[in-house]
């Protein structure tokens, strides 16, 4: 089976789902033309067979789908999955053992076995074998072919890393106490009717469940959407500007910190999405005025913010307040959103809330989760939007500094 797309809106996964089965994990690089993804091979019924894909990461365009008939039984590869070493070596390097002799094939046997990295070069054609990585991350691939001439692959990463020196990639948490590298998952709502409600509709014993799945996959980390779009949280008045929040906002993200903490769970509370100008039940004037009329940002500040901040910044389970998920998708500059606003509101309205935060706390950690390298670097003929001075001087608050979102990368699909 091959997909044809295109996805000039950068890279996305979706899921494929044939009869019913299980998602399989499409992933699309991002091609501002039609392009094709191999779609891996599947076992048709007689008569009606329904092909389901369903949106996971999406915003992509569907051309077309093809099918080309094979005979026999499909081999089925099998890896041992993403590997993470701690290089001990002089030399830089790491010899890692390959394992694909879980693969077979259900109507025959395998009779090769391919290893290659992602430039085409050939590790090894065993189905097992050592091979020795330098410094670095690989995309790994394993093709297997059976009897009939038949093949299947499998991807996978080996990643190499100097663990012990690398303590950049560590966040410094609990006033520079503990250093962590960061590991977790995105939670942008606890269930498919809590979007953005998640601080209104506490649900203890899913917090439990999603939690305990984290603490046993070996997370330490959270990153977790609050007010996201402003149809629940915070409280507007009849002027159209932030009045308060509600009554049990702040017990029950202290609740989630203490279930977090005692897991060993650090979390990133993340205020706002770009999804505050997606027409989701809210109204589009007061979160449209929020942004751009400082009368308005002020208010949400010195009513919502820093009450929230003051009873909850000692908290130890408490990673970073980070302003934004994705803002510039609610930009003239980048954006997909229904309404749009400009980059210099959204600079304005960050340098404000991490001001007002370090002001309240000054040992807290503010970041800023940006969609895309494009406007978060100054290297090749990109603009870092977020730079300290350049904050600054669209909000006019020295005591804003953002912990760079180079430094604390949590990119992961919603």
Not at 71 to 82: E, K, T, Y
Request: net charge negative.
């Amino acid at each position: 089976m091959t997909i044809g797309y295109a996805t000039p809106y950068g890279y996305k996964e979706n899921y494929l789902s044939i009869n019913g089965g299980p998602n399989q994990t499409i992933q699309f690089e991002e091609n501002n033309s039609f392009t094709t993804v191999a779609a891996g091979k599947h076992r048709l019924e007689a008569g009606l067979n329904t092909i389901e894909i369903t949106h996971f990461w999406g915003w992509f365009e569907l051309d077309y789908i093809e099918f080309n008939q094979v005979v026999g039984l499909v081999p089925n590869a099998i890896s041992q999955g993403n590997i993470l070493l701690n290089d001990d070596l002089a030399d830089g390097a790491e010899t890692v053992t390959l394992d694909g002799s879980g693969s077979g094939d259900p109507d025959g046997q395998v009779v090769s076995y391919l290893w290659q990295l992602k430039d085409g070069t050939v590790i090894g054609t065993e189905a097992t074998l050592n091979y020795a990585f330098p410094l670095g991350t690989y995309l790994t691939n394993l093709t297997v072919t059976d009897d009939d001439g038949n093949s299947d692959q499998t991807e996978f990463v080996v990643i190499i890393a100097d663990l012990e020196h690398h303590k950049n990639h560590r966040l410094p948490i609990r006033n520079g106490e503990e250093s962590l590298f960061m590991s977790g998952m995105n939670i942008a709502w606890t269930t498919g009717s809590n979007f953005a409600k998640d601080l209104t509709n506490f649900n203890q014993s899913t917090w439990i469940t999603i939690l305990d799945d984290i603490e046993r996959a070996g997370g330490n980390s959270i990153r977790w959407w609050l007010h996201t779009n402003g149809s629940a949280s915070p409280l507007f008045g009849s002027d159209g500007k932030v009045s308060g929040l509600n009554s049990n906002e702040i017990s029950n993200a202290r609740k989630v910190l203490d279930l977090a903490y005692d897991r060993g769970i650090v979390v990133s509370l993340c205020l706002w999405s770009f999804d505050m100008l997606q027409d989701q039940g809210q109204n589009l004037g007061y979160t449209r005025a929020l942004l751009e009329d400082s009368i308005a940002t002020l208010a949400y500040i010195d009513k919502a913010l820093v009450p929230m901040v003051e009873a909850l910044h000692h908290h130890p389970a408490i990673m970073t307040w980070e302003i934004f998920n994705e803002p510039e998708g609610m930009t003239t500059d980048f954006g997909w959103s229904d309404e749009r606003t400009t980059m210099y509101y959204v600079q304005r309205f960050v340098n404000l809330c991490a001001g007002a935060i370090h002001r309240t706390a000054p040992d807290a950690m503010v970041s800023n989760g940006s969609w895309s390298f494009l406007a978060s670097t100054d290297s090749v003929g990109y603009m870092d939007f977020y730079r300290d001075d350049r904050l600054i001087a669209a909000g006019g608050d020295p005591m804003e500094p953002l912990i760079s979102c180079k430094y604390i990368i949590m990119i992961i699909s919603e």
